[in-house]
C-alpha cells in the first residue's frame, strides 16, 4: 500500500512539473525568436481555423435542421447526403474550386481565376491565389475557411430537395457545384473579379453563399416537382410536416453559433480587425429576425409558429452576413427584423405556385440573400465602407443610389449565371439518369431504398398524416377499368 | 401476394403511373384516390415529347390518352420500352 501511495505521488508531481519545464524551455526559446509579427500571424491563423471549424460545424445545424423537417422514413438519407456532400465538396473544391475562385485569372481574371489547381500549400500564395492576398494567414488555413463556405453553399441547395432526390444527384450536382458554379461567382466578388473592381459590398456571402444556395436549389426544385401529396387535385399546398421540431430547432442554434465563424471570422485575421463588433450585428439580426418571424406568424395565423422563428432568425443571419461588417449595431437590428418578415411572405408565396421547398430554403436563404445585399446599399456606412476598403456608404447616408445599384446589379449576374448553369445541370441529369426515384420508393422513404436501412429502428418509423409511408397500395384489390 | 408494378414513373398533380405485366394504372389524388386501369390490350401507342420535362402519352383504343407531364426522360423511356415489350411479348402487337 505503502509503495502504491508513493508511486501515485511521484506520477502526480511528474504530471504537474513537467509541463511547466517543457513551457519554461519553450518561453525561452521563443522569447529569444520571435517577432511580434510571428505571434501576430499566428493569432491571426488560430482565428482562422477556429472560424473554419465553426463554419464547417453548420453542417451539423444543417444535418439537424433537415432531419428535424423531414419524415421519419427519410431521415437517414438526409445525414448520408450529408456526408456525402462533404467528402464530395471537399475534394472539388481542392482540385478546382479554389483556384477558379480566387486563383490569378491573367487577362480572364475578371470573370474567373485559372491558377492554383489541386491547391497547394507549398506555392507562392501570393502569386497564385492574388485574389486572397490581402491576409498573411497560410494558404491552408484560407483554403480550410473558404472550403467550409462552399460546403455550406452546397447545403442550402439540398434543403429544398429533400425527400424525393435520388442519391446520385446529390453526389454529381456536388461536384460541379462546388469544383465550378460556387468559386466562379466567388471570384466575381470575392476574388479580384468584375463585382470586386465595381465595390460591390458582400462581406461573409449573402450573395455568394446563400443566394447561389438558393438559386441552385430553385432550379433544381423545378425540374424535381413537389413530393407526391404536397399538394391536392385543385393545386392547394398541404402541409407536410417534418417529425422532429426541437431537432429542427437544434439546427438552427448550431446554425447560429456556426455564424460566430461565419460573419466574424472573415476578417481573416484577429488582430486589428473589429470582429466582435461583426458578432455583435451578427447576434443582435438574429435576434431581431427571430421576432419578425414570430410576429408575422401571429399577425397571419394568431399563433407562434416554432418552424418560422427558426426560419426567422436564419433569414435574418443570411441577410446580416452581407452587411455585417457595413452597418451599424441599430441598422442590423433593422436589417434583421425586416429579414424575418420577408422570409415568412416568401415562404408563403412559393408554397402557393407549387415549389416545394420542405426546409424554406429559398425564402429564407434566397430572399434572405438578396434583402442583405441590397441592405449593404441602404445602411452601410461611410466610415465602415472605407475602412473595410469595399464600396460606399449606402443611400441613408450619402443620398447616392451607386452602391444600392452595385449591390442589385450583382444580385441579378450572380442569382441569373447560378440558376441557368445550375439549371443546365440538373436538367442534363433528368435527362440521364432521372432526378427523382420511383413513386414506390418515395412512398415507402428514401431511407430503406436508397441506403437500405430505416434511420430510426422500424418499429419507430410512422406513417406520415396520408398513410404513405408504404408501397402503393395492392392493385389486385382495386376495382379494374376506371376511377374510384 | 402483393403484385409490384413493373415500370413506375411520376408526373405532375401526384400523377403516378405503373406498369403491371397486364395493364397500366395511372393513380392521381393521394394516396392513388382515383385510379385509371387500361389494359395492355386496349393501348393503341405510346409516344413521349420533350427532352428534360417529358410528356408521356398513352392512347387508348377507344380514343382517350392518357397525359403524363413533366417527366424524367429515363423513366418514360423506361415506362414506353416496359409497355411495348410486355405488349409484343403477350403478342398483342397487330
Redesign the interface.
Known amino acids: 500500500m505503502k509503495r502504491f501511495v508513493l508511486l501515485s505521488a511521484m506520477v502526480v508531481l511528474l504530471v504537474a512539473t513537467t509541463p511547466g519545464l517543457a513551457l519554461a524551455g519553450d518561453t525561452a526559446t521563443t522569447a529569444g525568436t520571435s517577432t511580434i509579427e510571428d505571434v501576430s500571424l499566428a493569432v491571426d491563423t488560430v482565428w482562422v481555423i477556429v472560424a473554419a471549424l465553426l463554419v464547417l460545424f453548420m453542417q451539423a445545424g444543417f444535418a439537424m435542421l433537415e432531419v428535424g423537417f423531414s419524415r421519419m422514413k427519410n431521415v437517414g438519407s438526409v445525414v448520408a447526403k450529408i456526408l456525402a456532400n462533404m467528402g464530395i465538396g471537399l475534394i472539388a473544391y481542392w482540385v478546382a474550386g479554389f483556384a477558379f475562385a480566387f486563383g490569378d485569372g491573367g487577362s480572364l481574371n475578371p470573370l474567373i481565376g485559372l491558377q492554383g489547381f489541386f491547391t497547394d500549400p507549398g506555392a507562392d500564395a501570393n502569386a497564385t491565389f492574388a485574389g486572397l492576398s490581402w491576409t498573411a494567414v497560410p494558404l491552408s488555413a484560407k483554403f480550410l475557411f473558404q472550403v467550409a463556405f462552399a460546403l455550406v453553399s452546397l447545403a442550402i441547395v439540398w434543403g429544398t430537395m429533400l425527400e424525393r432526390t435520388k442519391f446520385a444527384v446529390y453526389l454529381i450536382f456536388a461536384a460541379v457545384f462546388a469544383g465550378f458554379i460556387y468559386p466562379t461567382v466567388s471570384h466575381w466578388i470575392w476574388g479580384g473579379g468584375w463585382l470586386t473592381d465595381l465595390g460591390m459590398q458582400d462581406f461573409a456571402g449573402s450573395t455568394v453563399v446563400h443566394l447561389q444556395g438558393a438559386m441552385a436549389a430553385l432550379a433544381g426544385t423545378l425540374l424535381l416537382g413537389p413530393r407526391i401529396g404536397k399538394y391536392d387535385e385543385a393545386g392547394r399546398p398541404q402541409t407536410i410536416p417534418g417529425h422532429n421540431m426541437p431537432l429542427a430547432v437544434l439546427g438552427v442554434l448550431i446554425l447560429w453559433i456556426g455564424w460566430w465563424g461565419f460573419n466574424p471570422g472573415s476578417t481573416l485575421s484577429a488582430v486589428g480587425a473589429p470582429f466582435a463588433d461583426i458578432a455583435l450585428t451578427t447576434n443582435l439580426a438574429a435576434g431581431a429576425g427571430v421576432l419578425g418571424a414570430m410576429a408575422m406568424s401571429y399577425v397571419y395565423r394568431r399563433n407562434v409558429d416554432v418552424g418560422m422563428a427558426g426560419n426567422g432568425a436564419i433569414a435574418a443571419l443570411v441577410a446580416i452576413t452581407a452587411a455585417c461588417a457595413f452597418v451599424d449595431p441599430w441598422a442590423s437590428i433593422v436589417i434583421g427584423f425586416v429579414a424575418g418578415i420577408v422570409m415568412y411572405v416568401t415562404l408563403l408565396s412559393v408554397d402557393r405556385i407549387g415549389v416545394d421547398d420542405p426546409l424554406g430554403a429559398i425564402a429564407a436563404h434566397g430572399m434572405g440573400g438578396i434583402w442583405g445585399t441590397l441592405s449593404c446599399g441602404l445602411f452601410a456606412t461611410p466610415a465602415l465602407a472605407e475602412s473595410v476598403g469595399a464600396g460606399q456608404g449606402g443611400l441613408f447616408y450619402t443620398g447616392s443610389f451607386y452602391q444600392l445599384g452595385i449591390q442589385a446589379l450583382g444580385i441579378v449576374t450572380a442569382g441569373a449565371f447560378t440558376f441557368i448553369t445550375s439549371y443546365a445541370v440538373f436538367a442534363v441529369l433528368k435527362a440521364t439518369i432521372g432526378l427523382r426515384v420511383k413513386p414506390e420508393e418515395e412512398l415507402n422513404g428514401l431511407d430503406i431504398s436508397e441506403h437500405g436501412v430505416f434511420g430510426y429502428a422500424e418499429q419507430l418509423v410512422a406513417t406520415d398524416p396520408n398513410g404513405s409511408a408504404r408501397t402503393l397500395p395492392d392493385p389486385l384489390e382495386r376495382t379494374i377499368g376506371g376511377t374510384g | 401476394m402483393?403484385?409490384?408494378?413493373i415500370a413506375?414513373?411520376?408526373g405532375?398533380?401526384?400523377n403516378?403511373l405503373?406498369v403491371?405485366s397486364d395493364?397500366v394504372?395511372l393513380?392521381?389524388?393521394?394516396?392513388?384516390q382515383?385510379?385509371?386501369?387500361?389494359?395492355l390490350k386496349q393501348i393503341a401507342n405510346v409516344s413521349i415529347q420533350g427532352?428534360?420535362?417529358c410528356t408521356l402519352t398513352i392512347e387508348i383504343n377507344d380514343g382517350r390518352r392518357l397525359n403524363l407531364e413533366?417527366m424524367?426522360?429515363?423513366?418514360a423511356r423506361q415506362i414506353k420500352a416496359v409497355i411495348e415489350r410486355q405488349k409484343r411479348m403477350a403478342g398483342l402487337h397487330e
Open positions: 402483393e403484385q409490384r408494378p413506375q414513373g411520376t405532375t398533380g401526384n403516378v405503373s403491371y395493364r394504372e393513380s392521381s389524388g393521394f394516396p392513388g382515383n385510379t385509371t386501369s387500361v389494359g427532352w428534360v420535362n413533366r424524367a426522360l429515363p423513366d
